[in-house]
Structure formats: structure tokens, C-alpha cells
């Protein structure tokens, strides 16, 4: 480009803009394996034209960011900036074209365009013509790019619209119909977004939640993937904390979540998708309860540090809600299944073992004894055997002393408050004179 002239700039820009745009697919993508080598050519293209685009851009920069009259340019850069920035997608850009990915970061972020924004009137516009019906399925520039342009909204205090709430609904909606579990997890990734930065008022009122969580839950047997795993109960408790009232639908919502968490834990393909799932169930057994920002101040001390929570024993006794009553049974099967894991090495240990606690602490520790006298004694000496056995396979790991150590002392303070008058739990004295001489044992 020879002529410098403001015009011939813009109209320069306009053109690149739309060249570097990702083209449509000749079929939709469920006809078609789709790999990275398909968009070789157009990242040819990106790499030779994105340079010259962001030369342009920046001599005219102030004029393309504050003038009113260039909207629509400021549309299309938005437009295009969300398709190269998306992440993760099949025809991204390859590891050594960082720079024009850092660029393109840096311009979005100069783009001051929200969600209420004139310039977004003309944004969604573009995405109810890419994305409407089994449009996306060709649109994939668009499809990540508004995922993209979703949590490019997502700034301070912003909340979306309530077209947008439900555009986005049914955006996500489609996307989880493909049989690929990419686009499925695209579709949760909204559904936080949605719940997370949608007005409050408007997600109650439509029931968005509600429809979401019985869409989402319909997925939650799938771990073959840990982020996608995670990403699914995390967008079921978003779920939950639009519920204001706490009715028989929401505790049967809470057990079945529960139930198939316990059911998952006991499936999962390895270790880390154990320990996440155990920590899923932690988080839903206090979830409700009246002291929840005091649990979670006191569980956030020691995230991912084997520590002494003995401090944290009264906090976790007094929880409220009982959504464990039921599984507690279940809960204790749950860690005695689990215990082949702790073998796997010192740092697997160390973590599960922590999670574990943590599970015990908020799940079995607030369930009175006289619910639990049939199941505990089987478990303490089952349990306490594989802890001490974990000492020996990890040639006493410090971290795994210690967290022994710990159990040992929850055991403790759960049959110190034990009534003698209650029914019997086997022999109470005898369990109680064991853990002290075990704890003398395991400190030495």
C-alpha cells in the first residue's frame, strides 16, 4: 500500500479485516475430521497479512479506538481479534507465531467494546447470522470467536443483557448436540459465563439454571477428559447458587449430584480425576450450610498443604445441613476403594490423603455416631491399616506422617463426645485407647 492517506488506510484495514476473517467449511464439521494441517493455507495467509494489518493499525490507531464515526471498523476488528485469540481451536495459529497472538491480545484489550456498548448491537447481530440453527456447524471462526467475545465482555461489573442470556442459552444448547466433545465443552464454557456474568434477576426469572443443570447433569458419567470433568461440576454448582430457596427440588438435585459423584470417584480413570471428584463432594456437603464462608476461610489456609486441620474440628462439627446423612455409608466405602491409590506415589499420597480429610472432616465428622456405630469400626481398622501401610511404601513421606497423624486425631475428637448412654459403638474405650497409642507410635 503506497497511498498514506487517512481514507485509503481505512479502506485498507476494512479489507484486511475481512481477508484474514477464517472462511467458512465446505461441510459441516460432524462430516468431516477436522485437523490443524486442514488450515495451512489460511494460516499462511494470517502470517503474511497480519503483520501488514498491524502496521496499518497502529499509525491510525487513536482514530480507529476513539472516533464514533468508525464503528463498524471497530466491529469487525472486534470480530476478528475474538477468532484469533480463541483458545483452544483446531486452526489456531502455530507456536511460532507469537507475536502476531500477542498483538492481537494486546488490541482487544485496547477495544473498549462491552456488552452494552453501540458497537455491540452490530456484534451480535453478526453472531445470530453465523450461529443461528446447524449454521455454526461451517462457522468455526465465529463459534470460538464468540466464546471468546463472551468472556472478552466479562470485565468489572458488566452483566450481560437479557437477549444475550438467551441467545447464548441457546447457542450453548446447540453446541452440546455434536457428538464432539470439544464443542460440548464449549457449550459449558458459556453456561459459566452466563451464570457467572448474566444478570441475576433475569437467569431466575427464565429458569436459565434450571435448564441448564438438567443439561449439563445429563453428561456428568463422561471423565474423558480431567478439564472437561471439571469444567461440568463446576457449572452445576454455579447452577445450584441460583436457586434461592431451599426446597425438596434442590436436595434432590444435591443427592443426585452427590450419588454420582461417590458413583464417578470409584470409576475415575486415575488418581488427579479421583482427587478433583473427592473435592467436588467436600464442596457439596458444606455447600448449604449457614457457617459456608467460615468453612471455606478455613479450608483455603491450607489448600494443597498437608497441614494440621485439628484447629478447624469444632468449624466442621457444627455444619448445618445434612446433605451427607444418607451417603455417609457410601462416603466411608468410597475411601476404602479408593486406598489403592495412595500407593501410587508420596506427591499422589499426600494429595488424595489431604482431600480425603477434608471429606471426612465436612461429610462423616457432623453425622452423629448413633447413625454411624454400624459402619465406623470396620472402617477405622481397615483404614488405619492402609495408612500405616502407606508409610511403608513411601518410606515415611514427613507430609504422610503428618497427615496420619491428623486422622488420627479426627478419630479421636469424634469418639471423645460419644454418649455412653447412646447404643454402643462396638467397643468405644477400646477404639479410643488404640488411636492414643497409635498416635504416640506414628509420632516416633
Known sequence: MTDNSEESQLVYICEQLQLCMLPALKEDLDEVQLLPEHFQNYNSVLRQELPKLYD??????????QDAAQLKLRTQLVLLLCELTATPTVYKLSADAEAELDNANRLLQKVSVGCHSAEATHIFSYYEQHLQGNCWKRQLGATHGYVRYLEYCCTGDARFPAKLITFSLAVGLNFRECYQLEYKQLGVRIFQILLQHGTVGDIQKLN???VIFEH?????????SLEATIATWSCLFL????????NSFTWNQSDDMLERLIQNVNLAPNAETSIHLIGFITKLCYHFTLNLNEIQVAFASEHNEPNNISDHLEICASLTACTSYRWAKDILQMFLLQSDK????AKVCTRMLTEMQRCYLVCILPVPLEALHIHLPEFYTKFVAILLESHVVHEKAPDIIKLTET?????Q????????QQQPLGNVNEFARAFKSLQKIVAK
Not at 56 to 65: A, G, P
Not at 216 to 224: G, S
Not at 407 to 411: Q, R
Not at 413 to 420: G, P, T
Request: proline share 0%; with cysteine; charged share 15%.
Open 413 to 420: 475428637y469424634q469418639l471423645k463426645n460419644y454418649s455412653q
Open 407 to 411: 486422622f488420627i486425631e479426627i478419630f
Open 342 to 345: 495412595l500407593f501410587q506415589s
Open 208 to 210: 436459565i439454571h434450571s
Open 56 to 65: 496499518v493499525l497502529q499509525q491510525i490507531e487513536n482514530i480507529i479506538l
Open 216 to 224: 449439563v447433569f445429563k453428561d456428568t458419567h463422561c471423565m474423558d
Open 239 to 246: 447452577c445450584l447458587d441460583h436457586f434461592t430457596e431451599l
